[in-house]
C-alpha cells in the first residue's frame, strides 16, 4: 500500500464529509470492510454507507479489495496508509480547506477524548507512553514549515513492529500559530 495521499480541491472535498472521514479511518485501522460492517460501526444504514465509500473510491481514498468477498459483498479496503495535505497550492480554495480542516479537528478531538477515557483500563506498560503535550515556539515561517518537516520524517522513519505486543499506536502531528493573534499590527 502507498504510504500517503496528498488530495486534489475535490479530494478535500469529498473528505471534508465527518463519516467518509471515520470510514477512512476505520479501513486504514482495522483493516478491510464490507459496507454492511462499516454501517453497523458507524451506526448507518448500508445505502448511506455504500454511497459514502463509492465517493472515497471515487477520489483514490479507498479501492475495492477484490481478494475478498463474492458478488454478494463488496469488500473495501484504504489505498494510502495516511493522508498528508499540502495547501500551498495556488488553486485550493479556502472555505473548501477549512472545511476539511475543521472535520479533521473535529475528529481528532473524539479520538483524543476517547484515549483519555480508556487510559485506567490500559496495561501498566501502555499507560507510561504517549503524550497530550504541548509547546510554544517563536518562529518564523520559514523554520516552522522546517520543524513541521522534521518532525514528519521522523514519524514516516518509525517503522512498524511485528513483535507480539505491538499495538496501532496513533500520532497526530498538530502545528499552527497560535490562534487569536492579531496579524500585521
Known sequence: MPSSITPDIAGLRALSHPVRLRMLTLLRGE???TATTLAARLD???GATSYHLRQLAQHGFIEEDTARGNARDRWWRAAHQSTR???RDEGVVDSDVEAYLTT???LYA???RAAVSEMAFLPQEWRRVGTLSDWERRLTPARADELVARLAGIIDGAEDSDAEDAVPFTLNLNAFPRPGQRWGE
Open 31 to 33: 483493516g478491510p470492510a
Open 44 to 46: 448507518l444504514n448500508t
Open 85 to 87: 495535505t499540502d495547501f
Open 104 to 106: 479533521v479537528a473535529m
Open 110 to 112: 473524539d479520538r483524543m
